[in-house]
């Protein structure tokens, strides 16, 4: 089993409806990325995590790290068209460690 | 002005050709990476480098060869190419390994026929 879980693997959502996607790691974070990812494009750089209980916003888009540092939330508030794409959450086990990502989520908004 | 940019952007070839995908990066970081996605939209690192030294090789063939001829650049050559080594190549750029985030380029679509 992977170190990285990302759930749920795709979501349709109604668009103006809120949506939340999780990354849970088997071990504790050092830190945690969250990327969004459009087709035939490169990845872009949403939010980094380092804190337990960490919370984060850009625009209409919450992330939040569990005290344990151990879990992420990815939390999107009356989503859009705009927001549809692949999420990927990637883990830092330790300084100066690379980046584990995980499966991936894809996104689709139904108007 | 594009921070990390890759190419060529496709490529299609055949089985036993050697190709390279070139990657640059035009903000001062010293760590570059390349990274796999397969079908299933998996990434994966394979190689990392700090000002020129390879830091992190991960179980890659030895078909595959990273070059860094200075540290804004970190091309990628493979040789004898597969059928399995069709997937999207990305070349990123960190400031620091683990405590910065990656600068992603825009991916190399390799297409091994």
């Known amino acids: 089993s992977q170190e990285l879980e990302q759930s749920p693997q795709s979501l349709i959502v109604q668009e103006g409806k809120n949506l939340t996607i999780n990354c849970t790691s088997s071990?504790?974070?050092?830190?945690l990325y969250w990327y969004k990812q459009k087709y035939g494009e490169g990845l872009i750089f949403l939010m980094m995590?380092?804190?337990?209980?960490e919370e984060k916003s850009h625009e209409k888009i919450t992330a939040k790290l569990d005290e344990k540092k151990q879990q992420s939330s990815l939390h999107i508030t009356a989503s859009q068209p705009s927001h549809a794409g692949i999420y990927l959450c990637g883990a830092v086990y330790s300084s100066a460690s690379k980046i584990i990502f995980g499966s991936g989520t894809r996104l689709s908004i139904r108007p | 002005d594009t921070a990390v940019s890759q190419t060529p952007k496709y490529l299609v070839t055949q089985m036993g050709n050697d190709k390279s995908i070139k990657c640059e990066q035009n903000l001062g970081h010293d760590t570059m990476y390349w990274y796999k996605q397969d079908s299933k939209k998996f990434l994966k690192i394979m190689f990392s480098?700090?000002?020129?030294?390879?830091?992190i090789n991960e179980t890659v063939p030895n078909r595959f060869s990273p070059k860094s001829p200075d540290k804004a650049h970190l091309n990628l050559h493979i040789n004898s190419l597969e059928l399995g080594d069709s997937a999207v190549y990305f070349c990123?750029?960190?400031?620091?390994?683990?405590?910065?985030?990656?600068?992603f380029g825009n991916g190399t679509r390799l297409t091994v026929t």
């Open positions: 071990k504790t974070l050092y830190g």
């Open positions: 480098y700090n000002n020129k030294e390879l830091i």
């Open positions: 995590l380092q804190k337990g209980g």
């Open positions: 990123a750029s960190s400031q620091e390994m683990g405590n910065s985030p990656l600068h």
